[in-house]
């Protein structure tokens, strides 16, 4: 098996624009601001939904375990994506924008 693509948190731009595989209560607690919402479980039947663009997408979570095995799924399926190292852990933790429809948290 080859090595899943990561990226850092810190080589995200602060708009990026990133694919959140976390669950529905997760997103709604607070997500990146550009982030599209598509959970790990729906990622097979929802896949047209992702960002066309011509870099690499990172893919997030909230610590990195489920972004990994999307990441692994979609690098197969062509895909140019890579692992969010950290998750939404360590984007809240690196002091990037959270948006949510009440005060913003990672769950």
């Known amino acids: 098996m080859s090595a899943i693509p990561t990226t850092s948190v810190t080589e ?3 708009d990026a ?3 959140d595989v976390r ?3 997760e997103w709604a607690a ?3 601001p550009n982030a599209i919402h ?3 479980g729906e990622l097979p039947s929802r896949i047209d939904e992702l960002p066309e663009s011509d870099a690499t997408v990172g893919v997030v979570c909230r610590m ?3 972004s990994a095995r999307a990441v692994q799924w979609l690098v197969q ?3 140019d994506v890579a692992n969010v190292e950290g998750g939404m852990v360590a984007w809240e ?3 990037k924008a959270l948006t949510a429809d009440g005060n913003p948290s990672i769950i």
């Open 30 to 32: 607070g997500h990146a």
């Open 93 to 95: 933790r690196a002091g």
């Open 64 to 66: 990195g375990g489920r």
């Open 23 to 25: 669950e529905p209560d």
């Open 17 to 19: 624009v990133i694919v």
């Open 38 to 40: 598509i959970p790990l």
């Open 12 to 14: 995200l731009p602060d």
């Open 77 to 79: 399926q062509g895909y």
